[in-house]
């Protein structure tokens, strides 16, 4: 009995051994340094301790997220890859980018936590006589020219929030792509262009800076972070479009895996430092499971597919 003990103790032993000496590797389509990668660190670190395993960073760039995406869907589905994404490479790129997306969202991947929102927002150069969204859209109708605004760029989502806008509002709107959100952001603030639409975070920079001003935010919400902003549908608009990151596993992961995740993931984003820490960068923290991730997955796609076809976008762009 003694030797069938120590042999079950054994065994207990060398399994804990083996857990902890195993890897979850967080991919990631964006670079180091970038506010996605200070997140996907912050949820790894905060994961592991619940999973008892280590875990790593992988940043896989390229193509403006599709690299790495494809990456994790090719990664076998043993438990050792999982991917943190926006909601671009896996609801709009489809519909955009054609075959140059070999990968599908529903058929290559598998929900596991959907671990936070983020904001888009209109806004305008300061110096910009219209306070208000209906003193914006009275404005481009006597002068279209102020309906020209600025995205991080063509295609990116804030651009298609712009469609949206334009048509909700029943206005003529110009594109003005950049090269990220920089550029332009520094583009708002000289004037060259009178509106944009951006990642309400990076605006919020500029707004406090007192260089421009934020009319509405396009949540189902007022955002946190500029409570005194109305949404689009408190004004009246039909237009509703929150972004998130969420993590993905490739598809054949094992349900147990995919569950165990889903609960570290869960229990990670709503510890109350991880919200603070959150909220402080502009994210709204959520925590939703395998089957919710996969609704809203599946609303979002069907949502944005319509606008990305009505913008005209190709990626040769």
């Not at 869907?73 to 070999?102: C, E, Q, Y």
């Not at 910009?128 to 995205?151: H, I």
């Not at 990220?180 to 060259?192: D, S, V």
């Not at 639409?197 to 949540?219: C, E, I, N, P, Y």
Request: contains cysteine.
């Amino acid at each position: 009995m003694l030797r069938i003990l120590i042999g079950a103790l054994a065994l207990s032993l060398s399994l804990a051994s083996a857990a902890q000496d195993k890897t979850l590797k967080f991919v990631l389509a964006y670079p180091p340094g970038a506010s996605s990668d200070v997140l996907t660190r912050l949820l790894a670190e905060k994961m592991r301790p619940a999973l008892g395993m280590h875990t790593v960073v992988e940043n896989r760039t390229g193509a403006a997220g599709i690299v790495g995406t494809e990456a994790a869907k090719n990664a076998a589905p043993d438990g050792g890859t999982i991917l943190l994404t926006p909601l671009a490479p896996m609801v709009a790129f489809p519909h955009s980018h054609g075959a140059a997306v070999r990968y599908d969202p529903f058929k290559d991947f598998a929900p596991v936590a959907h671990i936070c929102d983020f904001q888009l927002a209109l806004v305008v150069n300061a110096e910009l006589p219209a306070k208000t969204v209906a003193e914006y859209v009275a404005l481009v109708k006597r002068e279209p020219k102020a309906g020209d605004y600025a995205s991080a760029g063509a295609g990116s989502l804030p651009h298609y929030l712009g469609v949206m806008f334009s048509k909700a509002a029943g206005l003529e709107m110009t594109h003005v792509p950049y090269r990220g959100t920089a550029p332009g952001l520094q583009a708002l603030a000289g004037g060259e262009v009178k509106a944009a639409m951006f990642v309400l975070a990076d605006a919020l920079t500029l707004v406090r800076s007192g260089k421009a001003r934020l009319l509405a935010v396009a949540g189902a919400k007022r955002a946190a972070l500029a409570p005194e902003v109305p949404t689009f549908k408190e004004l009246g608009y039909d237009l509703e479009a929150s972004a998130w990151y969420a993590l993905f596993a490739p598809a054949g992961t094992p349900k147990e895996l995919i569950d165990k995740y889903a609960r570290a993931a869960i229990d990670a984003v709503q510890s109350p430092d991880m919200k603070q820490r959150l909220e402080q960068m502009g994210l709204e923290p959520t925590g939703y499971g395998p089957a919710e991730l996969g609704a809203i997955l599946k609303a979002d796609y069907d949502k944005w597919g319509p606008v990305i076809r009505a913008s005209g976008f190709k990626p040769t762009q």
